[in-house]
């Protein structure tokens, strides 16, 4: 008979099995702390379940439809348009303080009032042409006129002075006739600032210019109409509008008034790209209408390993009548509301739906990523920690076989 040992199983000992466990404890803490993964940003359920009940800024979500693209094309560009933007104007040709005049009086006869002035003929014999030295309307808005004393001419046209001091001189003149024109126009001014080739103070004429006129006759933009601002000062009150914008609304282009202030800057016109994208970036926005189909293009596309097709996401801000077509009884107050906008690329649909989207200055494009995005970190995640927890049972079973 032959006698069999009996094996004999191999046991950790209490130490042993100590190391053992605190390498898997050790290795499996950081998932058990994991309440998030590093990310680009929310996923589209978290972007819908905060629409909901918002944690920081009250937001309207619109998920993009043939309906909501009617509504924003209804409406035009919005922004930075000529929308109350100022009206009326001019006021030009009329006297100011600090303007001088010149003022020719016409006698038929001879012997008239202005007798014994240096004079010229004029038509029949005996007929007296006078012209007066130049005359300063004062801070108050007067001037003196010979024989006639102070006389309002401030506010008034040329022509309306004229027929003022015609009528004064009635009493003294035989039948007086009086022309009344600018020589210096100093009241009448406006200053043209800021990205402009030649900025500097430009008179109005009696015609009367437009911004656009100003703008051309101090040199032009520095930069692309549709990157370039012009700022109208008007009093206290400041308008703003974009050059690219009055081009194409001439009707907007307004007349100025004496004492505008003109300033041109260049501010350019971006939108972000942020997310599961071929690339993430600021972008410049073309003058020509950007369409969201055309920016995911230019910055790659979506990301194949990353992106969800069915999270597009553009964030901006929309004025309240738009924002209430879109989304009626959302949140957010104030005249401009923030809306986010859900794309759907899952389907053919989605496409057309976004080359329908303009983009807007500084809006903003973010790609979600997808669940199993989520899923892969979270199990590379995992594989991370396997390699700890093995490498513990090895010290282990090491301690056993050099008898630790």
């Given at each position: 008979m032959y006698a069999f040992k009996r094996r004999a199983y191999w046991r950790p000992s209490s130490r042993q099995a100590s190391v053992a466990c605190l390498s898997v404890a050790l290795a499996t803490a950081p998932l058990a702390g994991c309440t998030s993964l590093?990310?680009?940003?929310?996923?589209?359920?978290?972007?819908?379940?905060?629409?909901?009940?918002?944690k920081?800024?009250?937001?309207?979500?619109?998920?993009?439809?043939?309906q909501a693209s009617s509504i924003l094309s209804a409406y035009g560009e919005v922004g930075m348009s000529t929308d109350g933007f100022f009206r009326g104007g001019g006021g030009a040709g009329k006297l100011g303080a600090g303007d001088a005049i010149s003022v020719t009086v016409i006698e038929p006869t001879s012997g008239g009032l202005f007798t014994g002035i240096s004079s010229a003929s004029a038509g029949g014999e005996g007929s007296k042409i006078v012209t007066l030295?130049?005359?300063?309307?004062?801070?108050?808005?007067?001037?003196?006129?010979?024989?006639?004393g102070r006389?309002?001419?401030?506010?008034?046209?040329?022509?309306?002075?004229?027929?003022?001091i015609e009528s004064k001189l009635k009493e003294n003149a035989v039948q007086p006739q009086v022309l009344v024109r600018l020589s210096a126009n100093l009241a009448n001014r406006v200053v043209v600032g800021g990205d402009v080739k030649s900025p500097g103070e430009f008179d109005i004429?009696?015609?009367?210019?437009?911004?656009?006129?100003?703008?051309?006759?101090?040199?032009?933009?520095?930069?692309?109409?549709?990157d370039t601002v012009v700022s109208l000062t008007r009093g206290s009150t400041t308008r703003s509008v974009r050059l690219h914008a009055l081009l194409q609304n001439p009707s907007s282009d307004i007349r100025v008034q004496k004492g505008d202030f003109i300033n041109v800057s260049t501010v350019a016109r971006t939108y972000l790209m942020l997310g599961a994208s071929g690339t993430s970036a600021e972008f410049p926005l073309p003058a020509e209408p950007l369409s969201l189909a055309g920016a995911l293009g230019r910055a790659g596309g979506l990301n194949d390993a990353r992106a969800d097709a069915k999270g597009i996401f553009v964030l901006r801000y929309e004025p309240r009548a738009i924002a209430d077509q879109l989304a009626?009884?959302?949140?957010?107050?104030?005249?401009f509301v923030p809306v986010v906008y859900q794309f759907d690329m899952g389907s053919a649909g989605g496409f057309f739906l976004t080359d329908r989207f303009n983009l807007r200055q500084k809006d903003i494009v973010y790609l979600s990523n997808?669940?199993?995005?989520?899923?892969?970190?979270?199990?590379?995640?995992?594989?991370?920690?396997?390699?700890?927890?093995l490498t513990g049972a090895t010290i282990a079973k090491t301690g056993q076989t050099f008898g630790q």
């Open positions: 590093p990310s680009s940003g929310p996923q589209a359920s978290a972007v819908e379940r905060e629409a909901q009940s918002p920081t800024l009250p937001f309207r979500l619109v998920k993009y439809s043939a030295p130049d005359i300063q309307i004062d801070g108050s808005g007067m001037i003196v006129f010979p024989f006639v006389v309002k001419a401030a506010g008034k046209t040329p022509t309306q002075l004229g027929l003022e004429t009696p015609a009367g210019e437009t911004l656009l006129q100003l703008v051309t006759r101090a040199g032009g933009p520095a930069a692309r109409p549709s009626p009884g959302g949140p957010g107050g104030g005249a997808a669940g199993s995005v989520e899923l892969s970190k979270m199990l590379d995640l995992f594989r991370m920690t396997v390699s700890p927890v």
